[in-house]
């Protein structure tokens, strides 16, 4: 390992696991209600971005529903970078996993198989949980979604990504993220674990150029987007930030990270070209951010770090029980429904999540 593996501390990743959270689970209400700006996350709208640029030019009394809604789907990222950040602590500083690379080598592949069914466990754990209490609550509040077979089959084994319209067969929507997870996992232990550097600054730019290749609204990047292409940019952050970052514990950086990359989150998401970098600045704004935070607003972050595994599993059981109120015009009312009880019930699958045995490695 170079560098200092410490470059974020558990407490502070924790805290941008909070930040992620509270984007995620708050994007997810906000934009599917009427009127507001929509975001632009496997595919890029000219008209979203000009929808946003007249609701900050004239703000009315929904302004910070219209950016929760834009931009707070970008805690996918931070989670692709945390996840890999994770990975390289714990896989690359200690004996974990072999460094044997050798494709020819048995032991390769079983310790791969080994890896990818361990980490698929721990994803389905947390996943069926949340899905089985979902449907649940699906079919006996109005307007239940219609599953055919192979959307449940592809969900349990989390290879809905792949399939065609992956917008309408993967429900409820944010657990597509259990496949893109799955997917980055395989990747990692296949070709970047224990690798050179420049294998991961491979596969980020390769990754990038193909949805560059696309059309900004076309049914090509939205697939790839919904894939592990879609998240190699942060997830290849998260890798090198662990290998190589060097913690330069000085205030004034912090600070400059932070102004210079919220600035560049807005400016970046203005382009189709530049829309692409969004995420890395997205992820440097939350660096910095949880570096300059004051001790009293970092406890509670901390605390949402702690439960957002909890929290992503169960918002959208939340979300259809109290988006209605939200439509019928009560907005902030729903809203504020929404999020009380999103974090109680988290707490309680929190609770639950605990009494199911983990996997063993």
Same mark, same amino acid.
């Given at each position: 390992m170079q560098g200092n593996r410490y470059l974020?501390?558990?407490?502070?990743?924790?805290?941008?696991?909070g930040i992620a959270i509270i984007g995620i689970f708050l994007h997810n209400y906000c934009h599917w209600l009427r009127g507001i700006v929509k975001e632009n996350e496997y595919q890029y709208f000219q008209n979203n971005v000009d929808g946003l640029e007249r609701v900050l030019h004239n703000p009315d009394l929904y302004l910070p529903v219209h950016l929760l809604s834009f931009f707070g789907h970008y805690g996918v990222p931070v989670f692709l970078f945390l996840s890999a950040y994770g990975l390289v602590l714990k896989y690359e500083?200690?004996?974990?996993?072999?460094?044997?690379?050798?494709?020819?080598?048995?032991s390769f592949w079983s310790d791969s198989v080994s890896f990818t069914r361990y980490h698929f466990l721990k994803l389905f754990k947390m996943m069926i949980?949340?899905?089985?209490?979902?449907? =649940? =609550?699906d079919y006996i509040t109005p307007?239940?979604?219609?599953y055919k077979v192979l959307d449940i089959v592809?969900?349990?084994?989390?290879?809905?990504n792949v399939l065609p319209n992956p917008d309408r067969i993967i429900w409820p929507g944010p657990y597509w993220f259990f496949g893109l997870m799955l997917q980055l996992y395989i990747v990692y232990r296949l070709f970047l674990h224990h690798r050179h550097w420049a294998w991961t600054v491979a596969f980020m730019v390769v990754c990038t150029g193909i949805q560059l290749l696309c059309e900004p609204e076309g049914d090509a990047l939205n697939r790839w987007r919904y894939n592990f292409i879609g998240g190699m940019l942060p997830f290849g952050a998260g890798i090198l930030f662990a290998r190589f970052g060097k913690d330069p514990q000085t205030k004034l950086?912090?600070?400059g990270t932070l102004i210079v990359a919220a600035t560049l989150v807005y400016t970046q998401s203005n382009g189709y070209w530049n829309w692409f970098s969004v995420p890395f600045f997205v992820i440097m704004t939350c660096y910095g951010l949880v570096k300059v935070l004051p001790q009293f607003l970092l406890r509670p972050l901390e605390w949402m770090g702690g439960i957002s595994a909890a929290l992503f599993i169960c918002h959208p059981i939340t979300r259809k029980i109290f988006i209605p109120i939200s439509r019928q015009g009560d907005v902030y009312t729903g809203l504020l429904l929404y999020i009380v009880a999103s974090i109680a019930l988290a707490w309680l699958f929190k609770e639950l999540l605990k009494r199911i045995p983990n996997p063993k490695q």
């Open positions: 974020l501390t558990r407490t502070e990743c924790n805290v941008m696991r500083s200690r004996p974990y996993l072999p460094k044997d690379n050798n494709w020819q080598s048995k949980v949340g899905f089985v209490a979902f449907t =649940i =609550i307007g239940p979604h219609h592809a969900q349990l084994g989390m290879f809905n950086w912090y600070w």
